[in-house]
Nanobody, 124 residues
Framework: QVQLVESGGGLVQAGGSLRLSCAAS????????MGWFRQAPGKEREFVAG????????LYADSVKGRFTISRDNAKNTVYLHMNSLNPEDTAVYYC?????????????????WGQGTQVTISS
């Protein structure tokens, strides 16, 4: 069992940047494939970015490619999402998730553990 806690959300103007963090606790002796998802009001939760156990492989949704960067610090049990060139369409609750699978996936069903989410609001 692993617990995930997101932080770093907030209100920023369009064009701005934010860095989200996801701290893992509990069974952190095991590494997990990690992902970020987001859910806007009235919409399905969607994949944003994912990173492999070692951090050597990353995967991004087309909508954020080139603007967002996912990274991880295994020594700190923390995953980050660096978000640049933010626009109002990025407004959502952002969730961190962990998967025991070795394969990096963009599917919600592959992720067993979820954080409580952090709100990101972009004003125009």
């Amino acid at each position: 069992q692993v617990q995930l806690v997101e932080s770093g959300g907030g209100l920023v103007q369009a064009g701005g940047s934010l860095r989200l963090s996801c701290a893992a606790s509990g069974r952190t002796s095991r590494r997990y494939t990690m992902g970020w998802f987001r859910q806007a009001p009235g919409k399905e939760r969607e994949f944003v970015a994912g990173i492999s156990l070692s951090g050597g492989t990353t995967l991004y949704a087309d909508s954020v490619k080139g603007r967002f960067t996912i990274s991880r610090d295994n020594a700190k049990n923390t995953v980050y999402l660096h978000m640049n060139s933010l626009n109002p369409e990025d407004t959502a609750v952002y969730y961190c998730a962990a998967a025991q699978t070795l394969l990096l996936s963009d599917s919600k069903s592959e992720y067993e553990y979820w954080g409580q989410g952090t709100q990101v609001t972009i004003s125009s």
